[in-house]
């Protein structure tokens, strides 16, 4: 076994290696990313890294009890408003509410618990900062704040009505919405100034057009009436000009179809326009679209609202308005320019439905429908004012736009355009105005990797970062220099800090601490906040100067002596070859030690949820009790494999778009391969293989069992999805279509249509008040099983739980039904 372990270690050193040779010869890290790179796979040996304490037997009871036990981790990281401290949480010992801690950057190991009172000063719920960075606004609550440079913080607001979207003009007030209207306020008065404000009615009109015959002679006959219309009318006239020029009056209000209801609403900083996004006032659920929850302390049942089904999505589209705010004139901007605005997208997909139905379908070219992206976020000022970008998609997700407003034609310019045949990645569409330059950046994954792009409106784009690596959470510095992201540049399953100059276009590595680093740039631009993991050690806080040389300082140190004190397994990251795709399947390899006595292992391949996630990469999992249970199943003998299939987040649009039209199929595929994989270089027996996983991975568990009833002897299914109509349109109208335009798709895809194919012993695993995959979809598929009269099945329910458990006892009971299942089966 000593061998296999070798080999296996050696694939993951020689990937890495192969990444680090792929960075441009200008990047003056390269070679101490080599040299760091090469160090942590050494270091991923157990002896190196594990404590062994004298009781190392992990169990279900200790790993599946509250997490606090572990440590209490770092969480929301971030910074003081004048950039000194550092800010973040920890949930307290005995409760689960979270205190604040701050620590200055000259000793940042020096936190100090934040006291109730002073708590606003650093968690709020959004800021703004004026354009010369003097002056910043903060929202706590319903109260306002004020901080400028060398002064204390000055409360302007405190409680009453709600309000949000705070953005500093040109003149140096201070913007917000309240309810129905935008409104200004002087941050040193307190003087406000309503912007804007709207109403969803009929217009109040002062005379009214003769409504019928007797009207209309009556009007032309009588003076008296007459004159009493035209008195009306010099009124509302008069309070309509007094309201525009005087500074005694608000403006009158916007009127917008009494049908509709408001999306979003936006006022230009230098206050001449406002963009005001309006849609159809439907219903967004159903009556039927409820869920009982039985444990309740009344000792009745309750009734709690959920969301609607794919099944029953209606189309939405959205109504871009341009308000002259001095002539209060409001015009429709319409989408009609907007390349691809009534294309049949869906036209070949529509075709092989008719099809299949002896039916034939007319390729149509009626407009579709278009929204804001992101709602508020879709609409981006550039801070003097005389620019504004939009970020559109269409309702069937396929296309994306990126627009600006011509003002003097109220008309939309199309910036960008990005297609895709599959869908448009909900992720990925960060975008923004540099703030001295009128020029756009963006991320798109037009070249098939979500990548930065710079855009002066008209002009070619430029992309900034290219190559086969995912950037996420870009940042753009205080004074337009840089841009800073993240990415897993080095290898799929490293993610490191990165900054592109936007002058010159050099990109810089920032850190090289191998794992998964995530970071909060501070407000001057000058600090790095960084949230580092192992994938056998739980997330700490580091501190890095942007420009220092020096390696990054670890500050946090909060993980419990009894989890260092345990013998983690310390998975490695694999390349699998694919048989289906010239990309391997990056996966994680649980491998035990010793040599099993001559006799092959059994093994369990895990498959993580939500389908668009990365899991096999080297840092701490967001299932970290999968990862103790799979320590525990090694330190057993078991042989674990967690893979990272075709559909998974961080390997570009192919990877995640291969499942179009057909989830559940590539997936299987893919862990069809890992097993042969186990099979060949683990001394694993392919008759002893068990697979369980949650969410996404239990509707993999179910496509595996009913579909490919050879591969695994036995499977568990969490809170699994069973009919893919049953759930939520924005994710599942993404992949599949809608059903009453695909239904092929729903059915090649929904596990409750493959059911006979279930031979192996099968858990299923529902909590009962889960809002996310209905309790319902189990109980459908259930019944679907005993009509087919399979018997090898079994349910296990959770009355008070709902998507992700809390109750320690749930997770107990849960886990240990899954070993049960595998330790009887394999």
């Known amino acids: 076994m000593r061998k296999v372990r070798n080999f296996v270690a050696g694939i993951a050193f020689s990937t890495a290696l192969t990444a680090c040779a792929t960075l441009s010869s200008n990047d003056n890290t390269m070679h101490e990313v080599e040299k760091s790179t090469a160090d942590v796979t050494a270091s991923y040996t157990p002896a190196d890294i594990t404590t062994i304490a004298s009781n190392d037997t992990i169990t279900l009871e200790q790993i599946m009890s509250d997490p606090k036990w572990m440590g209490r981790a770092p969480q929301q990281?971030?910074?003081?408003?004048?950039?000194?401290?550092?800010?973040?949480?920890?949930?307290?010992?005995?409760t689960q509410l979270n205190d604040v801690f701050i620590a200055p950057i000259s000793n940042p190991e020096n936190a100090k618990k934040v006291s109730l009172a002073n708590r606003y000063q650093y968690r709020f719920d959004e800021k703004a900062v004026?354009?010369?960075k003097t002056v910043t606004a903060f929202r706590v609550n319903n109260s306002l704040f004020v901080k400028e440079l060398q002064q204390p913080i000055r409360q302007l607001i405190r409680g009453g009505e709600a309000f949000h979207g705070l953005r500093f003009m040109t003149d140096?007030?201070?913007?917000?919405?309240?309810?129905?209207?935008i409104i200004a306020i002087d941050i040193h008065t307190g003087q406000r100034q309503a912007l804007i404000s709207w109403r969803f009615d009929e217009k109040p009109v002062a005379v009214e057009p003769p409504e019928d015959y007797l009207s209309k002679e009556q009007i032309g006959l009588i003076d008296y009436v007459k004159v009493q219309r035209k008195n009306r009318q010099d009124a509302a006239q008069f309070e309509e000009d007094l309201s525009r020029v005087s500074e005694a009056y608000a403006p009158k209000p916007i009127f917008f179809d009494k049908q509709d209801r408001l999306v979003s609403a936006s006022v230009s900083p230098n206050g001449k326009y406002a963009i005001v996004v309006t849609t159809e006032n439907t219903a967004v659920r159903d009556d039927s679209d409820i869920m009982p929850h039985y444990i309740q302390e009344s000792g009745r049942i309750a009734t709690i609202d959920v969301r609607r089904r794919v099944a029953d999505a209606k189309p939405v589209n959205h109504d871009i308005w341009l308000v002259n705010l001095h002539s209060r004139k409001k015009t429709p901007l319409s989408l009609v320019n907007l390349p691809g605005y009534n294309e049949d997208v869906l036209a070949d997909v529509k075709a092989e439905n008719a099809a299949a139905i002896g039916e034939t379908y007319q390729v149509n070219r009626l407009p579709r429908d278009i929204q804001l992206m992101g709602r508020d976020e879709g609409i981006q000022w550039h801070d003097s004012g005389d620019e504004v970008a939009l970020m559109l998609e269409a309702w069937d997700n396929k296309d994306r736009w990126i627009v600006t407003v011509d003002f003097d034609n109220a008309k939309l310019i199309t910036q960008e355009r990005l297609h895709d045949d599959a869908w448009i990645n909900y992720?990925?569409?960060h975008f923004g105005w540099l703030?001295?330059?009128?020029t756009l950046f963006y991320q798109s994954e037009k070249d098939g990797f979500s990548h930065l792009y710079l855009q002066k409106p008209g002009e070619k784009a430029q992309q900034l970062t290219q190559g086969r690596y995912v950037v996420e959470n870009p940042t753009l510095s205080p004074d337009d220099h840089y841009i800073y992201y993240q990415a897993n540049k080095i290898h799929p399953g490293i993610v490191e800090v990165y900054r592109v100059d936007l002058e010159n276009g050099e990109t810089q590595q920032l850190t090289a601490l191998n794992g998964m680093t995530e970071y909060v740039l501070s407000p001057d631009g000058q600090q790095l906040l960084l949230t580092h993991s192992k994938v056998?050690?739980?997330?700490?806080?580091?501190?890095?100067?942007?420009?220092?040389?020096?390696?990054?300082?670890?500050?946090?140190?909060?993980?419990?002596d009894a989890f260092l004190q345990l013998p983690w397994a310390v998975p490695t990251v694999v390349a699998i070859p694919s048989t289906h795709t010239s990309q391997p399947i990056y996966a994680r390899v649980y491998l035990p030690k010793g040599d099993n006595n001559g006799e092959k292992r059994r093994a369990v391949v895990f498959t993580h949820g939500a389908g668009y996630l990365q899991n096999a990469h080297l840092g701490w999992s967001g299932y970290f009790r999968e990862y103790m249970f799979h320590s525990m199943l090694v330190q057993q003998g078991y042989v674990v494999l967690d893979m990272d299939y075709r559909a998974s987040k961080g390997y570009g649009r192919d990877w995640r778009t291969a499942i179009y039209r057909q989830m559940g199929k590539p997936e299987v595929e893919d862990l069809?391969?890992?097993v042969q994989w186990l099979v060949d270089n683990a001394d694993v027996d392919p008759k002893r293989v068990g697979t369980y996983g949650g969410s996404y991975g239990g509707f993999l568990t179910f496509m595996s069992m009913f579909t490919q009833p050879d591969l695994f002897a036995a499977g568990a299914a969490l809170r699994p999805v069973a009919d893919w109509a049953h759930y939520n349109t924005g994710y599942t109208a993404n992949i599949l279509n809608t059903p009453d335009v695909d239904p092929i798709a729903y059915r090649r895809s929904s596990p409750i249509y493959h059911a006979e194919g279930l031979a192996k012993p099968l858990l299923i695993v529902s909590p009962m008040v889960d809002n996310n995959v209905f309790f319902e979809d189990s109980v459908r598929l259930v019944q679907r099983l005993i009509e087919l009269e399979k018997t090898d099945f079994e349910t296990a329910i959770y009355p008070v739980e709902s998507h992700?458990?809390?109750?320690?006892?749930?997770?107990?009971?849960?886990?240990?039904?899954?070993?049960?299942?595998?330790?009887?089966?394999?």
């Open 130 to 132: 004026n354009g010369d």
């Open 804 to 826: 992700g458990f809390i109750q320690p006892s749930s997770w107990l009971d849960e886990y240990r039904r899954i070993y049960k299942l595998f330790e009887t089966n394999l």
């Open 435 to 438: 703030h001295n330059s009128k």
């Open 172 to 181: 140096g007030r201070l913007m917000m919405q309240q309810n129905d209207k």
């Open 672 to 674: 069809r391969d890992g």
């Open 536 to 560: 056998n050690r739980p997330p700490e806080l580091y501190i890095k100067a942007v420009d220092s040389e020096l390696s990054a300082r670890q500050i946090t140190h909060t993980v419990s």
């Open 77 to 94: 990281p971030g910074w003081s408003l004048d950039s000194h401290y550092l800010v973040y949480e920890q949930v307290q010992e005995n």
């Open 427 to 429: 992720y990925h569409n």
